[in-house]
């Protein structure tokens, strides 16, 4: 069987390869996100190693030591900006840069190579050639502009006309057009990443001689090209041209091409990514302290699979950043909250006609007959009707033995873990205290008119805090309860860096207990989250996590699926599941309730350390 992933027996009949190109930010959500849109359009696909020199890995070697080897099977490394894949054809590729946010472009792969001479020699064998000579020999030629761009290097304006005339054999036809071609063929060349270079190779202003800079010039060397030591490999190819409508509003006016000179996203139209500054938090009309900022928003409502006739519930909603992601892709979105001052705003809130918080920014997008609606409420009290979720004829009900089917596709989340706003939720802090039926307030609308004291306009319920452990447990279950079968939970969990846990793992996903996470200066360690119920009564699987390193700490978005009682049949990690539960056991008080205050893996007792603890770890 060919080295691919998924195995496949031959890749190439699939579809033709082509060079995907990803967003050099967030790396580690580059494959779930590409894998979960590839699931939605429904596109087959094959990854096959992308030829590398070994430079690449000695840098990575040499600047973490503790790097661990690759695991069993083949994964793509998409580390790199550059990866190989083999699709159906361009239409899929044109479908894929419409949905996945982490895809810059694709290019039809023509060619690739260690240096130059490689790559021309390669080029222009027969099966390279036959890839572009359509475009010489055909009758009426396409206009065509020529790219060359590189990623972690700078390429001066001599050197990238002197690549391009080193392709004349090609002996295109068509016309040479700088704005708005009908072809554009490009030459991309990767270097190691910047914070991989070798130290006894930069200079003192950080830079490596030889890498077209401002102080090369000065100094008067000469780019070193592809005889550059730091050359990963060079990738020549065809662009996959998008032209159109936007996706985030069918009333809108057709956007203009994009003006940017990046090779990768001029005159595009459509892409997912251009999504990104659509939704910038920055000319949002409204936002509040913890908005999720687009681009982890859109990763987010892509990997709960939201699209045209799907229902996706938030129930964290806040000021609307996962609905306004959500409808943009053309789901129905529906939040709630358990604080409503967020989703409404703070102006005019007592005209209904009003048009404020997540409405007015609703407006902004042209999304606004997206999203249904927003409610108030603790997610642990939830209004849902379970009657709701029964089938309603007899019959089907014995048939499902009563069983839940679901009403909304996907949950998107962002629970308050206690960084910059802590979790609530309804009651008194002490149980004791708290009350099992409403108070009467005799002077409650003035003298002798009493009312129920929830009826004012003022008030506010009694809240005490959410931990952790409790917060994802019922949201496990609660998204059990409304998902329908096979329906995405896709939340953040926060993550603590303890620099002196050894182990390592990788980040592409999985069901696990206890995983670990690498990174540069640390690593991290997490419980990942498992449904707690047994085997073949049907739980939430995990499929995927990510981590988003913020230094000291960082947050897992994870990514998981219901599994119905038919098909949950996997066993795995249920004891040490029962294992963790008994350690929790220890943290009850006498009433036997949760006390995060005894637990030392809480995160916020792990964030907020002591003083004496901080003085001691530095």
């Given at each position: 069987?060919?080295?691919?992933?998924?195995?496949?027996?031959?890749?190439?009949?699939?579809?033709?390869?082509?060079?995907?190109?990803?967003?050099?930010?967030?790396?580690?959500?580059?494959?779930?996100?590409f894998?979960?849109?590839?699931e939605?359009?429904?596109?087959?696909?094959?990854?096959?190693?992308t030829?590398?020199?070994t430079?690449?890995?000695?840098?990575r070697?040499?600047?973490?030591?503790t790097?661990?080897?690759?695991?069993?099977?083949?994964?793509?490394?998409?580390?790199?900006p550059?990866?190989?894949?083999?699709?159906?054809?361009?239409?899929?590729?044109?479908?894929?840069?419409?949905?996945?946010?982490?895809?810059?472009?694709?290019?039809?792969?023509?060619?690739?190579?260690s240096?130059?001479?490689?790559?021309?020699?390669?080029?222009?064998?027969?099966?390279?050639?036959?890839?572009?000579?359509?475009?010489?020999?055909?009758?009426?030629?396409?206009?065509?502009k020529?790219?060359?761009?590189?990623?972690?290097?700078?390429?001066?304006?001599?050197?990238?006309?002197?690549?391009?005339?080193?392709?004349?054999?090609?002996?295109?036809?068509?016309r040479?057009?700088?704005?708005?071609?009908?072809?554009?063929?490009?030459?991309?060349?990767?270097?190691?990443?910047?914070?991989?270079?070798?130290?006894h190779?930069?200079?003192?202003?950080?830079?490596?001689p030889?890498?077209?800079?401002?102080?090369?010039?000065?100094?008067?060397?000469?780019?070193?090209?592809?005889?550059?030591?730091?050359?990963?490999?060079i990738?020549?190819?065809?662009?996959?041209?998008?032209?159109a409508?936007?996706?985030?509003?069918?009333?809108?006016?057709?956007?203009?091409?994009?003006?940017?000179?990046?090779?990768?996203?001029?005159?595009?139209?459509?892409?997912?990514?251009?999504?990104?500054?659509?939704?910038?938090?920055?000319?949002?009309?409204?936002?509040?302290?913890?908005?999720?900022?687009?681009?982890?928003?859109?990763?987010?409502?892509?990997?709960?699979?939201?699209?045209?006739?799907?229902l996706?519930?938030?129930?964290?909603?806040?000021?609307?950043?996962?609905?306004?992601?959500?409808?943009?892709?053309?789901?129905?979105?529906?939040?709630s909250?358990?604080?409503?001052?967020?989703?409404?705003?703070?102006?005019?809130?007592?005209?209904?006609?009003?048009?404020?918080?997540?409405?007015?920014?609703?407006?902004?997008?042209?999304?606004?007959?997206?999203?249904?609606?927003?409610?108030?409420?603790?997610?642990?009290?939830?209004?849902?009707?379970?009657?709701?979720?029964?089938?309603?004829?007899?019959?089907?009900?014995?048939?499902?033995?009563?069983?839940?089917?679901?009403?909304?596709?996907?949950?998107?989340?962002?629970?308050?873990?206690?960084?910059?706003?802590?979790?609530?939720?309804?009651?008194?802090?002490?149980?004791?205290?708290?009350?099992?039926?409403?108070?009467?307030?005799?002077?409650?609308?003035?003298?002798?008119?009493?009312?129920?004291?929830?009826?004012?306009?003022?008030?506010?319920?009694?809240?005490?805090?959410?931990?952790?452990e409790?917060?994802?447990?019922?949201?496990?279950?609660?998204?059990?309860?409304?998902?329908?079968?096979?329906?995405?939970?896709?939340?953040?969990?926060?993550?603590?860096?303890?620099?002196?846990?050894?182990?390592?793992?990788?980040?592409?996903?999985?069901?696990?207990?206890?995983?670990?996470?690498?990174s540069?200066?640390?690593?991290?360690?997490?419980?990942?989250?498992?449904?707690?119920?047994?085997?073949?009564?049907?739980?939430?699987?995990?499929?995927?996590?990510?981590?988003?390193?913020?230094?000291?700490?960082?947050?897992?978005?994870?990514?998981?699926?219901?599994?119905?009682?038919?098909?949950?049949?996997?066993?795995?990690?249920?004891?040490?599941?029962?294992?963790?539960?008994?350690?929790?056991?220890?943290?009850?008080?006498?009433?036997?309730?949760?006390?995060?205050?005894?637990?030392?893996?809480?995160?916020?007792?792990?964030?907020?350390?002591?003083?004496?603890?901080?003085?001691?770890?530095?």
């Open positions: 069987m060919a080295l691919s992933f998924p195995p496949v027996e031959d890749p190439a009949s699939i579809g033709p390869l082509y060079i995907l190109h990803f967003a050099t930010s967030n790396h580690t959500f580059r494959l779930p996100d894998l979960a849109a590839a939605y359009l429904r596109i087959p696909f094959a990854f096959v190693p030829p590398a020199k430079v690449l890995e000695e840098c070697k040499a600047h973490d030591a790097e661990e080897a690759s695991p069993s099977g083949f994964r793509p490394d998409l580390r790199r550059f990866a190989f894949a083999h699709l159906p054809n361009d239409d899929a590729a044109v479908s894929l840069l419409r949905r996945c946010v982490s895809l810059r472009s694709v290019w039809a792969h023509w060619s690739h190579g240096d130059y001479d490689e790559l021309h020699s390669r080029n222009q064998q027969e099966g390279s050639r036959a890839l572009w000579t359509p475009y010489v020999e055909a009758a009426d030629c396409p206009s065509w020529a790219h060359v761009f590189s990623y972690s290097y700078t390429i001066s304006d001599k050197r990238k006309i002197d690549i391009i005339q080193s392709f004349s054999y090609m002996d295109l036809k068509g040479i057009q700088l704005k708005k071609p009908d072809m554009r063929w490009g030459v991309m060349e990767e270097f190691v990443a910047q914070e991989l270079w070798p130290n190779l930069r200079d003192e202003q950080n830079n490596f030889g890498a077209g800079k401002d102080t090369d010039k000065a100094e008067g060397r000469e780019e070193l090209g592809d005889k550059d030591p730091r050359l990963v490999q990738f020549l190819g065809r662009r996959i041209d998008v032209k409508a936007p996706l985030h509003s069918d009333k809108a006016t057709a956007a203009a091409p994009r003006k940017s000179t990046d090779p990768s996203q001029e005159d595009q139209t459509g892409l997912a990514r251009n999504l990104i500054e659509t939704l910038n938090l920055k000319k949002r009309v409204y936002i509040g302290n913890t908005s999720m900022e687009s681009e982890m928003s859109l990763i987010m409502a892509s990997m709960a699979l939201a699209g045209p006739g799907k996706i519930y938030d129930p964290f909603a806040g000021t609307g950043s996962m609905l306004y992601a959500s409808a943009v892709f053309g789901a129905m979105a529906f939040g909250d358990i604080d409503g001052r967020p989703m409404r705003g703070k102006e005019n809130i007592s005209d209904s006609n009003s048009q404020t918080g997540i409405v007015k920014s609703a407006k902004q997008y042209g999304v606004r007959d997206h999203i249904l609606d927003t409610v108030v409420f603790d997610i642990t009290q939830s209004p849902w009707r379970k009657d709701l979720l029964f089938p309603v004829d007899d019959e089907q009900r014995q048939q499902t033995s009563r069983r839940p089917t679901g009403v909304v596709d996907g949950i998107v989340a962002d629970p308050p873990y206690g960084v910059r706003a802590g979790a609530k939720r309804l009651g008194k802090r002490d149980p004791e205290k708290q009350r099992t039926e409403a108070y009467w307030m005799p002077d409650g609308l003035g003298p002798g008119q009493g009312c129920w004291s929830h009826e004012r306009s003022d008030y506010i319920s009694p809240t005490r805090p959410y931990h952790l409790d917060l994802v447990n019922d949201l496990l279950d609660c998204a059990y309860s409304l998902l329908c079968d096979g329906g995405r939970l896709v939340f953040w969990l926060p993550a603590i860096h303890d620099s002196e846990d050894e182990e390592t793992n990788d980040d592409d996903g999985g069901e696990a207990g206890k995983q670990t996470q690498s540069a200066a640390a690593s991290v360690s997490i419980d990942l989250p498992q449904h707690r119920r047994k085997a073949g009564q049907g739980r939430m699987r995990m499929i995927h996590y990510s981590l988003q390193d913020f230094g000291r700490w960082g947050r897992w978005l994870i990514t998981m699926e219901k599994v119905s009682p038919e098909n949950d049949v996997d066993d795995d990690g249920l004891r040490e599941l029962e294992q963790r539960m008994g350690e929790l056991g220890k943290n009850k008080d006498e009433r036997g309730i949760y006390r995060a205050d005894r637990d030392p893996l809480e995160f916020r007792n792990r964030y907020y350390l002591p003083r004496g603890s901080k003085a001691a770890a530095s």
